[in-house]
C-alpha cells in the first residue's frame, strides 16, 4: 500500500504539469473578491471551472487573453433585478454583461413567477448570457390565492399560499421576498407574511423586502422587516437601502438599526444602487386603498367625484409630509398611452396640459395618467449624503433594480445600465468612498456568501469560471437620466461559465448563463 501511495504522489505532478487550458488569462492584476489587496497573477480556465491561479508561465491553452496588467475580477452578482418578461425579448442581457454583471437574482419587490419549476424550464430553453437566480414573490403568491383583495386571508388561503411557497423553495427558489407598498402586498399584515416566511425558511431561505416605507415610517417598516426574519428564523436582505423626506440626514440612524440588528447576531444585509433617483410605477403614490381590485375598478373610483377627491386629498397631505413643494421630482420614464411624454416631469405635464402650477392641480395630472393606464417613473427622492454614507457601510450590496434593457425603449433609470461601473469610477476612483477591492467584494463574494452560490464569488481554483477584466482607470457609467440608453464603458472582457461573453469591449452573443438553484432545490 504504501508503494502505490508513493507512487501517485509522484504521478499527479507530471501529469498536471502536461494539462493544458481551454484559456488562460495572464499578466493581470488580480482582485479575487475577498477585499483583501490585489496580486498580479494569472488563471487557466478548463471547461466552466478556474483550473489554476498564479505565476502560470509554463502554462498551454487553447485561447491566451493579455490582461496588460488590467483588474481581473470575478463576475459581479446583481442581488436585486426584476428580469421577468425581459428574457425571450432579450436574452443576451446586454445591459448587465456590459456592466460586468455575469449572474442576476430576480423575483424581488414581491414580484416573480408563481410556478418556479416552469419558469427555470423556460430560463433552459432559451439560454440567457447570465446566471440567473429567483425569490418567490409574495404579491403574486397572494394574487394567486386572493386576488388583489384588500383583507386578511382565511385560514385556507393562508395553507394555500404556503403551500405555493413550500413549492417554490423545492423547485430552487432563494427565499421569499415582499414588495410591502405594492398592491397586494401592502394589504398584507405582518403575520401572515411571518407565516409565509417560515415556510421558506424550512427550505434555507432568505427573506428579502421592499420594506413599507422608506421615507415618513422608515423606521418601522426596517423593524417590521427585522422581526420577520427574527419569527422566522431566516436572514434578511432589506432592498435598495434609501431614506427619502423628510429624514434626509438619518442615515445614520437606519443604517444603527442594522448595525445594531448585526450585532445582536442576526443576519441582516442591505444592498443599494448608486444614485439618488428611484424607479417604480406612478401608482405607488396613489393611496393604496384606491388600487384594490384591478384597474377597472381604479377607473370606477377616479371617475366617482367624491371618491377622487378623498385620493387627492389623502396624496395632498403626503406631499405635506414629505415636504416637498411640487411633483417635479418625478419624471415619465414610459407612459404608453403617449410615449411623447416620456422623459417629462409631472410638473411640466401638468403646464402642458393647461393646468395650474399648483399641487391639487399636479395631483389631478396624476390622476389623469393612471386612468389612461399608469406610467412608470423615475422619482428623484434621495440626499447624495445619504447615499454614500449608505454605501460606506461594509455590508451593503450592489444592485441595479432594473431589468433587461429593450435599448432605446422609453426613458428609463440610468441603474438599469450603469450601477457597478457608476461605482467604480464615481464612488472608487473619483470620491475615494470605498476602496477598489471592497467594492469589488461588494459585487462578488459577499453577495455569493449571502445567497448560497459557493462556487462562485471568488477566484479560486475549482470555482466557476465568472470573470470580469476591466481597467480601473477608465471604467465609466455612460447612462444618464436624460439620455440613459448607453452601455458602461471599460469591461473588456466578461466570461460566464468558462466562456469568453465580452471579448476586448464586444459581445460574443454568447448564451452561456445557467439557472443557479436555492438551497431547498429538490430535483
Not at 487557466?44 to 483550473?51: L, P
Not at 443604517?255 to 443599494?272: C, P, S, Y
Not at 445619504?386 to 434593457?405: E, H, L
Amino acid at each position: 500500500m504504501k508503494k502505490n501511495f508513493f507512487l501517485i504522489l509522484l504521478i499527479v505532478p507530471f501529469a498536471a504539469s502536461g494539462q493544458r487550458a481551454d484559456i488562460l488569462v495572464k499578466n493581470g492584476r488580480i482582485a479575487d473578491g475577498t477585499g483583501n489587496s490585489w496580486f498580479y497573477g494569472d488563471i487557466a480556465i478548463k471547461k466552466d471551472k478556474i483550473f489554476a491561479i498564479g505565476n502560470l508561465g509554463g502554462m498551454k491553452a487553447k485561447t491566451v487573453i493579455d490582461a496588460g496588467k488590467k483588474v481581473i475580477a470575478p463576475g459581479f452578482i446583481d442581488v436585486h433585478t426584476h428580469i421577468e418578461g425581459d428574457e425571450k425579448v432579450t436574452p443576451t442581457a446586454d445591459n448587465f454583461i456590459y456592466d460586468g454583471v455575469t449572474t442576476v437574482i430576480t423575483g424581488n419587490c414581491g414580484g416573480s413567477e408563481v410556478d418556479i419549476r416552469r419558469y427555470f424550464q423556460m430560463l433552459d430553453s432559451i439560454h440567457l448570457s447570465v446566471n440567473t437566480a429567483t425569490f418567490i414573490g409574495h404579491n403574486d403568491v397572494r394574487r394567486a390565492v386572493m386576488g388583489t383583495e384588500n383583507r386578511e386571508p382565511t385560514a385556507p388561503e393562508l395553507r394555500k399560499m404556503e403551500a405555493l411557497v413550500e413549492k417554490a423553495m423545492r423547485d430552487g427558489a432563494v427565499g421569499l421576498s415582499t414588495g410591502l407598498i405594492y398592491i397586494p402586498g401592502t394589504y398584507a399584515k405582518t403575520g401572515e407574511v411571518v407565516a409565509l416566511a417560515k415556510t421558506a425558511s424550512r427550505y434555507h431561505g432568505i427573506y428579502t423586502s421592499h420594506i413599507r416605507s422608506e421615507s415618513q415610517e422608515v423606521f418601522a417598516a426596517i423593524d417590521e422587516a427585522l422581526n420577520i426574519g427574527r419569527q422566522a428564523n431566516m436572514p434578511v436582505q432589506i432592498s435598495h437601502f434609501k431614506i427619502g423626506k423628510p429624514w434626509w440626514g438619518r442615515s445614520d440612524s437606519t443604517l444603527g438599526m442594522i448595525i445594531k440588528a448585526r450585532n445582536e447576531g442576526f443576519d441582516v444585509t442591505i444592498d443599494q444602487y448608486p444614485y439618488t433617483a428611484s424607479s417604480t410605477s406612478l401608482n405607488s403614490i396613489i393611496p393604496s386603498w384606491a388600487l384594490e381590485n384591478g384597474r377597472e375598478e381604479i377607473r370606477k373610483r377616479l371617475n366617482d367625484s367624491q371618491t377622487r377627491q378623498l385620493i387627492a386629498a389623502e396624496m395632498l397631505e403626503d406631499m405635506v409630509k414629505r415636504q416637498r413643494p411640487d411633483f417635479s421630482y418625478a419624471v415619465v420614464a414610459y407612459f404608453e398611452a403617449d410615449p411623447a411624454l416620456n422623459g417629462k416631469n409631472i410638473s411640466e405635464i401638468n403646464v402642458l396640459q393647461g393646468r395650474k402650477k399648483t399641487i391639487p392641480d399636479e395631483i389631478e395630472t396624476i390622476l389623469g395618467l393612471v386612468a389612461r393606464g399608469g406610467a412608470s417613473m423615475v422619482f428623484h427622492s434621495m440626499d447624495e449624503a445619504d447615499v454614500q454614507n449608505i454605501m460606506k457601510y461594509p455590508f451593503t450590496m450592489i444592485a441595479s433594480d432594473s431589468g433587461i434593457r429593450q435599448f432605446g425603449k422609453g426613458v428609463p433609470h440610468p441603474r438599469g445600465y450603469g450601477s457597478n461601473a457608476r461605482v467604480l469610477s464615481k464612488y472608487v476612483r473619483e470620491k475615494n468612498t470605498i476602496g477598489l477591492e471592497d467594492a469589488i467584494r461588494r459585487m462578488t463574494s459577499l453577495p455569493a456568501q449571502k445567497f448560497g452560490f459557493t462556487d462562485r464569488g471568488l477566484l479560486r481554483k475549482g470555482m466557476k469560471a465568472d470573470l470580469v477584466i476591466f481597467d480601473p482607470a477608465a471604467v465609466n457609467d455612460e447612462s444618464t437620466y436624460e439620455k440613459p440608453h448607453a452601455f458602461s464603458k471599460g469591461f473588456q472582457y466578461v466570461l460566464v461559465n468558462g466562456k469568453v461573453t465580452v471579448d476586448n469591449f464586444i459581445h460574443t452573443q454568447v448564451r452561456n448563463g445557467r439557472v443557479l438553484y436555492g438551497p431547498g432545490h429538490h430535483n
